[in-house]
Every structure is written in C-alpha cells, then in structure tokens.
C-alpha cells in the first residue's frame, strides 16, 4: 500500500516539473514567483487529495490515514526569467542531458559530478547533489527556449519548499554557479 502511494506521489512531482516549463512571457518576476506559489499550493493539494482517496478507498475496517513521509515531496522549487522567457524548476530527479547547456554544464562540472556531493574542496560547508537543484532545472527550461549567453542575467524569484511554502535560502552550490541572492 504505501509502495503504491509513493508511486503515486512521484507521478504528482513529474507532473509538477512538467508542468513548470518554459513559457513566454512579459510578467516581471514578482508575477512569476506568485504563479509559482499557486501552482505549488495545488500540487501540495493533489498529495492531501491522494491521502484522502486512499483512507476513503480502504476497505480495512482499520483504516487510517497514511503518513507521507516529508522526503516524497519535491524539496524545492523556484521561478526564473531570462529576457521575455520564464521557467520554473524543481529538486525533484535529474535532467538527462545536461550537455545541452554547455556554459552552465562547465560551471557544475567545476564543483563536482552530476548526481555526487559537490567537491569539498570547492564548495565550504553544506554540499548539495550538484545538477539537482531547482535553480539549474529552470535555467535550462529557459535554455530550450532562449540561449543564455550570460548566466548572471537570469533573474530568479526567492525558492520555496512546496510542503510547508516556506522560502529556502540559496545552497553553497548555487552560490557558486549563480552568485549570491
Ligand atoms: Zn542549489
């Protein structure tokens, strides 16, 4: 049961990446980050909504709500824009080729593997997957749509943890290849 519900929940985070993908647009970032906000609200609903289904669907007659561990949840998302192109992106999995974007593939390239800790020789302090990051997902998003020639152009809006839609501060990671917020 809870293999099925974990199946489930990963369906509902590709659906939310796919969902956040590049767009045109001449919305500044405060009108990005607040259609990011409401996108999140609703893919945290459609979680609430599948627990609810599942209690509701049980025929155990000890049926009880079940617990969604907090680590199932997309951990973070994010809103960008690059000249008139947004894009959102999420934590959630990897990209398949990250070769497409070579000036921001050289720069993770510099502090670690795709998929690895970030090398502790370049990064200090907490070190995130590198390629993982929402930060990266969206600036690629853009990137089908738009080249970045520079990526210090890339606005972004703050980054939000989905589940509790608190903000989440920039990783040493994303320092490194973005610059500080
Ligand atoms: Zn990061």
């Known amino acids: 049961m809870q293999t099925d519900i974990d199946q489930l929940i990963d369906l509902i985070n590709q659906n939310l990446n796919k969902k956040l993908d590049f767009y045109t647009t001449t919305d500044n970032i405060s009108?990005?980050?607040?259609?990011?906000?409401t996108q999140l609200k609703q893919y945290v609903k459609a979680i609430e909504q599948l627990r609810i289904n599942e209690y509701?669907?049980?025929k155990s007659k000890k049926r009880k709500m079940v617990f969604i561990d907090y680590n199932t949840f997309t951990a973070c998302a994010i809103g960008a824009k690059y000249f008139?192109?947004?894009?959102?992106?999420?934590?959630h999995g990897y990209l398949?080729?990250?070769g497409v974007f070579m000036p921001l593939f050289n720069k993770?390239?510099?502090?670690?593997?795709?998929?690895?800790r970030?090398?502790?020789n370049i990064i200090k302090g907490k070190r995130n997957f590198v390629g993982k990051c929402a930060e990266v997902k969206a600036?690629?998003?853009?990137?089908k749509k738009n080249r970045i020639t520079n990526i210090s152009d890339i606005e972004f809006t703050k980054a939000y943890r989905p589940r509790t839609m608190q903000t989440i501060k920039r990783c040493n990671n994303c320092v490194y290849i973005f610059g500080n917020v």
């Not at 993770?108 to 690895?116: A, D, F, S, T």
């Not at 600036?139 to 990137?143: E, F, K, L, Q, V």
Request: glycine share 10%.
């Open 139 to 143: 600036s690629y998003a853009i990137n």
């Open 56 to 58: 509701l669907n049980s």
């Open 96 to 98: 398949l080729n990250y």
């Open 118 to 120: 970030s090398n502790k």
């Open 84 to 91: 008139n192109i947004g894009a959102y992106g999420t934590s």
């Open 108 to 116: 993770l390239k510099k502090i670690g593997q795709i998929g690895r």
């Open 31 to 37: 009108v990005i980050e607040n259609n990011l906000k």
